[in-house]
């Protein structure tokens, strides 16, 4: 049989055996890794957005003003970990003396950590990498960003919408840009009724981090549970101070 190509190995269409069983040995460890390094980050708000603006840019200003506010509020700013709105976030946690958390990903062209970040992982893989932003948040900020913002608002707003999270607020910042995509959810989307008017709701739109902030901790108040901190293990050589793998 002949099989795709790509310069991944991972959508290659079928292999042998072992190389299947090789493949998703690899994909546990890398899962393994992350819950290892994330365990005792408390309670997150993930921040999406391109790697792309510099620290001149207005999109930049504004994620670290609204990383500063919910940093504050004392939630833990998760970003990608790498430059442009991800490193804009992780400073803006840092100037608060927030807890500051990066899911590096490996890519052919080099994206190296941010110097605002705590505690990081790299990945290999993004759906691993996805995985990690999503699981450990409370809230969801995008500002603008390519396609891979957009997979991320959409894959965050399809599991709530699917009822495989809860209720999380999703928050996106930088009006004039989304202007567009807020027009094609609410006149396409949901005059076609492929999505209900509901899901369309769960978006706020804004230019304020006040605002952005106040209405993450409003909706998240009742989800925040009060339980008792994991406690680290020794004989797993575990730590609550951040660390960088």
Not at 65 to 91: D, L, V
Not at 189 to 207: K, P
Not at 213 to 226: K, M, N, S, V, Y
């Amino acid at each position: 049989m002949t099989q795709k190509r790509n310069g991944s190995g991972l959508a290659v269409g079928p292999g042998s055996r072992g190389e299947e069983l090789a493949r998703a040995l690899r994909f546990c460890v890398e899962f393994i890794r992350g819950f290892r390094a994330l365990h005792f980050v408390g309670p997150c708000v993930t921040i999406f957005g391109s790697a792309r603006f510099d620290e001149t840019h207005p999109y930049y200003a504004l994620a670290r003003e609204t990383a500063r506010q919910i940093g504050g509020a004392g939630f833990t700013i998760m970003t990608g970990g790498g430059p442009g709105i991800m490193e804009a976030a992780n400073r803006g946690a840092r100037d608060v003396g927030a807890c500051s958390v990066g899911c590096n990903i490996e890519l052919p062209r080099e994206q190296k950590p941010n110097p605002y970040l705590e505690n990081f992982i790299e990945f290999q893989h993004f759906f691993v990498r996805k995985l990690m932003l999503v699981k450990y948040s409370y809230a969801f900020v995008a500002l603008p960003g390519g396609f891979g913002t957009l997979d991320e608002v959409f894959e965050v707003a399809t599991l709530m919408q699917t009822r495989k999270i809860e209720n999380f607020p999703c928050v996106l910042m930088g009006v004039d840009y989304w202007a567009p995509l807020r027009e094609f959810v609410e006149r396409a989307m949901v005059a076609a009724g492929t999505i209900a008017r509901e899901d369309a709701a769960r978006l706020l739109f804004t230019d304020d981090p006040e605002e952005a902030a106040h209405w993450i901790a409003q909706r998240t108040r009742g989800l925040l549970e009060l339980r008792r901190p994991p406690r680290p293990l020794r004989i797993l050589g575990e730590r609550t101070t951040p660390q960088t793998r």
